[in-house]
């Protein structure tokens, strides 16, 4: 397989002589029980947004609600988010379908801290990057996990639309093993821009194959406004990380943070039992 890294300059081409063969993790006894597919959804202060899609992913899995669940990580500063996901979800808190964390320790937005936080707090075999805009699509947990069986080599299912600034850009799925190994989104890089992009890159060069899944049923998104950085312009903020993430490449870097991932510590999770509500440490 070739992969092209086009620069300012010149296209440099990149020689991945053979594809990584599938994931263990669909074979080893200790991944059996565990949920196939998990959705990682984060947010910081954009309840109208998840108030929409959450309900309507639920719905549209709860199918397959014993091979799917959904990681909602909550960055926010108050708790309208958590008491309403206890008011309207408290049976898929119950039973595991919805899992919601809540932490305080990302004072200021940042993608990569936010998204590692997330997928590391998931369980699943495969694990998959939710905008808090998007949609999966009616039963997406599972054409996401058949794409997955049948491939024979490890991919990263990629469903972004194709249209640009549409919100879909960053629907990335790897299998669990993959994504970790890679040391996930790269922490290195500012708030926001090229982190998927980058992501995908690394994941490639790395053997893994990129499969796109186009298909518009599973893609959709809300409308939304493009994310604004306080200190500098997005366009410039997405070509600094660019230039950072480019250069890691020259120097043959493709796992990224070391052995820590996302936010360590000063995590709760929402537990209810007998309709009581609690938050533990995790």
């Known amino acids: 397989m070739i992969l092209k890294i086009k620069n300012e300059n010149k296209i440099t081409t990149h020689l991945i002589s053979t594809l990584r063969p599938k994931s263990p993790v669909f074979q080893l ?17 954009r ?19 014993g091979r799917i669940e959904f990681i909602l990580v909550d960055f926010g500063s108050d708790h309208d988010m958590k008491n309403w996901v206890a008011d309207h979800f408290s049976a898929e808190i119950s039973s595991g379908y919805l899992k919601f964390f809540h932490t305080n320790k990302l004072e200021k937005w940042h993608a990569p ?25 009616y039963r997406g947990g599972q054409f996401v996990y058949e794409h997955f069986m049948e491939n024979r080599h ?21 299998a669990r093993d ?19 992009r980058d992501l995908v890159r ?44 480019r250069r890691i490449l020259k120097k043959g870097n493709l796992k990224a943070n070391g052995n820590t991932l996302g936010i360590q510590s000063g995590i709760k999770q929402l537990i209810i039992t007998n309709g009581k509500m609690s938050m533990i440490d995790v």
């Open 29 to 45: 006894p200790e991944y059996q029980n565990r949920p196939k597919v998990s959705f990682c959804i984060t947010h910081k202060n």
């Open 47 to 65: 309840f109208h947004q998840i108030a929409e899609t959450l309900t309507k992913n639920l719905k549209d899995n709860r199918i397959d609600e």
């Open 113 to 137: 801290i936010a998204k590692n936080t997330a997928h590391r707090l998931s369980t699943g075999q495969i694990l998959v990057n939710l905008d808090g805009d998007n949609f999966t699509g």
């Open 154 to 174: 490890d991919i990263c299912c990629w469903q972004f639309s194709g249209r640009n600034g549409d919100g879909s850009f960053g629907r990335i799925a790897s």
């Open 178 to 196: 993959t994504f970790f190994g890679i040391g996930g989104y790269n922490e290195e890089l500012l708030e926001m821009g090229f982190q998927d």
């Open 202 to 245: 690394r994941l490639e060069m790395s053997g893994v194959k990129v499969v796109l899944a186009l298909d518009e049923s599973y893609n959709h998104t809300l409308e939304n406004d493009q994310y604004e950085p306080k200190e500098m312009a997005y366009a410039n903020m997405r070509l600094f990380n660019k230039k950072i993430a």
